[in-house]
């Protein structure tokens, strides 16, 4: 049996993994945290969860042994955990987005200490859509314009998503363009014309969009778009309990998705 420790139990996502990790017959919720103060701290998990009681109360205090914690919280809330789980030799599935280059370098030095996953979206699809807008680009060369248009309901904080950096990331890796100069975070004024090496990146915020993402490749006469639409958050809970089935018993080191879907 799996022990499943979830950080944010009581979020929007946590509640979705509290309600899953139930229903798998090798995992169980051993601990649900949050952080001190959250007014949900002492009320059954389950409870929360709107699954009925499990028996296991929501805490702000780590003490229940767990094999994989799952964290789809922020940058301050995972990186509060994080000494945690190495004390206790606990992988972790973190889901988290926005971090700085200096939070993002502190996750990844606990991969020294034991098997973690830092993935910016765990839906299967989406993670074969990373895979596929590389050889895209790759096979139609330099004559076609990319834009990628990411949507998301309107308590996103963080912009562009992660998912949609990660897809820039290839892309740029895929022909020859740097991040850091070629992406462009939408327009407005007097730009000028597109640059060949030029990608758009453009974020929407509204209502309550789980997730929609699309890549567009568009040459003269032609428009080829890659899209993927997430209709329920329990799409990036079940990749991410494939992924924590997956680091169970691993050794220590970062792992990805790419990993655990066999695409690496």
């Known amino acids: ?13 946590g509640r979705r993994f509290v309600d899953l990790v139930t229903r798998e017959d090798d995992m169980q919720v051993a601990a649900a945290l949050e952080a001190p103060g959250a007014p949900d701290l002492g009320r059954d ?6 699954i009925g009681p499990i028996g296991v109360p929501i805490a702000a205090e780590w003490t229940a042994d767990a094999d994989v914690l799952i964290d789809f919280t922020s940058p301050a809330g995972t990186l509060a955990r994080l000494d945690a789980a190495i004390a206790k030799g606990c992988a972790l599935m973190i889901g988290t987005t926005g971090c700085s280059a200096e939070e993002e370098a502190r996750i990844q030095e606990a991969g020294k200490k034991v098997p973690l996953i830092h993935a910016p ?13 590389g050889q895209v680009a790759r096979a139609l060369g330099e004559g076609y314009d990319i834009e990628i248009v990411e949507a998301h309901h309107h308590d996103k904080k963080d912009a562009p998503s992660g998912t949609a950096v990660r ?24 730009v000028g014309a597109r640059t060949k090496k030029e990608i758009g990146m453009h974020a929407v915020r509204a209502g309550d969009i789980v997730g929609d993402h699309t890549v567009l490749f568009c040459a003269p006469g032609e428009r ?7 209709h329920t958050r329990d799409t990036f809970a079940r ?17 990805t998705m790419e990993d655990v879907l066999g695409m690496a």
């Open 1 to 13: 049996m799996i022990k499943v420790a979830i950080n944010g139990a009581a979020g929007r996502m």
């Open 45 to 50: 998990a389950g409870e929360v969860a709107g």
């Open 167 to 190: 897809l820039a990331e290839n892309l740029c890796a895929a022909t020859g363009r740097d991040y850091r100069t070629d992406v462009v975070h939408g327009r407005e004024g007097n």
């Open 224 to 230: 080829i778009e890659l899209t993927h639409r997430a």
């Open 121 to 133: 979206n765990t839906s299967v699809g989406v993670n074969l859509l990373f895979k596929l807008v």
């Open 239 to 255: 990749g991410a309990l494939r992924a924590a089935r997956f680091l169970a018993g691993k050794q220590a080191g970062v792992y």
